[in-house]
């Protein structure tokens, strides 16, 4: 069974940074996209990043574009998402989400329904 694993919430100032951690099992090949999703307080889950753990290419929703990375590490089966520059609007949380189907480069990679594995959530709040 594919599992996920978040970790690396906190409370933390604004402007400050936290590195949030998903480590994935159960897939044989490493050939499946991982995204970062979160839903703050009162509001919808939204996408925040995600990527392709094969070839490594990053994709950025735009409120986070230029203060968040993502980035894989296949050796120890996980992605990590650094967050800088954070913001109270941040305040959310976060979950990464796995398919093994998933075509980033031509899917709808920011919608919820396109990953079929999920993790817990992992709280982050960023005090103004």
């Known amino acids: 069974d594919v599992q996920l694993q978040a970790s690396g919430g906190g409370l933390v100032q604004a402007g400050g940074s936290l590195t949030l951690s998903c480590v994935v099992s159960?897939?044989?090949?490493?050939?499946?996209?991982v995204g970062w999703f979160r839903r703050a307080p009162g509001k919808e889950r939204e996408g925040v990043s995600c990527?392709?753990?094969?070839?490594?290419?990053?994709y950025y929703e735009n409120p986070v574009k230029g203060r968040f990375t993502i980035s894989s590490d296949n050796a120890r089966n996980t992605v990590y998402l650094r967050m800088n520059s954070l913001k109270p609007e941040d305040t959310a949380d976060y979950y990464c989400?796995?398919?093994?189907?998933?075509?980033?480069?031509?899917?709808?990679?920011?919608?919820?329904?396109?990953?079929?594995?999920w993790g817990h959530g992992t709280q982050v709040t960023v005090s103004s």
């Open positions: 989400a796995a398919d093994g189907n998933l075509i980033l480069s031509t899917s709808p990679r920011s919608t919820a329904s396109a990953y079929e594995y």
């Open positions: 159960g897939f044989t090949f490493d050939d499946y996209a």
């Open positions: 990527i392709n753990v094969s070839d490594g290419r990053p």
